[in-house]
């Protein structure tokens, strides 16, 4: 039996993959959150073997929980199931410790598949991102801009394109001020960017954030 939580903040949403499940006779769905904080809060108190997680929820994004539980609980697989395309975020993710990544638009059975190969401990690669990460291999110096920065600064970078002040950044993540400063010298200085006008156009431009 495969133990699965699910985490997406539309109720609606929840249901309905905890109906499509329970077709499955291998598949048991132990438990449920709407956001960031009930995220790592369901996986400190259930045992699971896969959380299956939007990107995009309200207070934590899915980016900074991806960060926590990979802290408090290493051996849970994390399927990333986002309305971001592939080539947006996944690379990101799977470098940060997500286990898999689908698109929301993806066949149900899709979803199926990968959590029964991330249960085996096994990462599940689409053929779109094993052709992203081709690509990679075989040029490293087109790699987009983003995909250069650290899993924090990459997470400082989401937050200032949305236009959060470095105030906003340090109580979210729980650094000082001067520590997103110096996070937001670094990511500047590999994006070439020169404000904070700069990171939000290039962030809308790739479609980092709506």
Known sequence: MIRIGIVDDHAIVRSGLRSFFADFVDLRVVGEAANGREAIDLVR??????LLMDLSMPGQSGLDVLAMIRAK???VGILILSGYPEAHYAMNLIRQGASGYLNKECDP???VDAIRTIALGKRYITPVVAELLAQQLNRRDDTALHEQLSEREFQVFL???KGETAGDIARALSLSVKTV???RTRLMEKMALASNSDLTYYALKNQLID
């Open 159 to 161: 937050r200032l394109a």
């Open 45 to 50: 108190m259930t045992e699971m073997d896969v």
């Open 181 to 183: 400063s110096t996070y």
């Open 73 to 75: 609980a290493p051996d």
């Open 109 to 111: 059975g899709d979803i």
